[in-house]
């Protein structure tokens, strides 16, 4: 019988070996930090005007960055999927449940590490070209809430694309979605109300330091609410691998 010490091994291996999965962090990395230093060169010392959120020049870069995060999630379930490859690792590993779990529990972690290393850069980066640190009141949680947001994207789009089952239509719709998507929502008047409660548009305002109008919760509060999203994908994902299995697909 499979353990799930034997199947977090075989998705990490899965993971180091298939150079579109691991790309997909590096890109995010390179985007996120890069970008963030470029807009941080560009304001100078005085990258928080008044009125400006300083957390705003701190976490540009991820505004473009968050696609290869979403890019992650899809790839790690999806391209088993589009390879039909799918049914050999169902097949060693009986209990849909743990090769699932493996799947979860390997994205996140990716995730996290990802976090770590593009937060702590674009935080370095900000610093060395606006003066900006964290001893700057709210900016010790919108760091951590940067680091959070990466493995609970990763988990979210890696169980809506269990739930699609289909790689094509899950970088078709999610990605783009990330991207593009949630902002013109929130953009449409009467839409906006609705769309600040989207898992993205929640966990990217939990970074910032100071109050929005019109956003009807707390930065906290906004991380919590792209948790409740990631933990429904996670279980929509898990009972779309279970219906897998008694499909016979």
């Given at each position: 019988?499979?353990t ?21 962090p ?40 968050h ?20 049914g ?46 964290l ?44 991207f593009?998507?949630t ?32 956003i ?34």
């Amino acid at each position: 019988m499979t353990t799930m010490h034997n199947a977090l091994r075989a998705e990490r291996i899965k993971f180091t070996t298939l150079p579109s999965q691991w790309a997909a962090p590096l890109v995010t990395l390179a985007l996120t930090v890069g970008i963030t230093a470029a807009v941080g060169a560009a304001s100078g010392r005085d990258p928080a005007p008044p009125g400006k959120d300083p957390a705003a020049t701190i976490h540009y870069g991820l505004l473009f960055g968050h696609v290869g995060v979403a890019c992650l999630g899809v790839l790690l379930i999806g391209q088993e999927f589009n390879t039909r490859i799918i049914g050999t690792s169902l097949a060693a590993v009986p209990s849909r449940g743990r090769l699932y779990g493996a799947k979860l529990a390997v994205g996140a972690w990716l995730g996290l590490l990802l976090g770590l290393a593009s937060t702590a850069g674009s935080f370095a980066a900000t610093a060395a070209t606006t003066g900006l640190d964290l001893s700057t009141p709210g900016l010790a949680r919108s760091f951590l809430a940067g680091v959070a947001y990466h493995p609970l994207l990763v988990t979210f789009c890696l169980g809506l694309t269990a739930m699609l089952g289909n790689l094509s239509a899950a970088l078709g719709l999610i990605p783009p979605m990330v991207f593009l998507g949630t902002t013109w929502l929130a953009a449409i008047p009467g839409v906006r109300e609705a769309g600040q409660f989207l898992p993205d548009r929640a966990g990217l305002y939990a970074m910032r330091t100071r109050t929005e109008p019109g956003i009807h919760y707390g930065h906290w509060t906004g991380l919590l609410i792209m948790t409740a999203w990631t933990a429904a994908a996670a279980y929509g994902g898990l009972r779309a691998m279970r219906r897998y299995e008694a499909s016979g697909h």
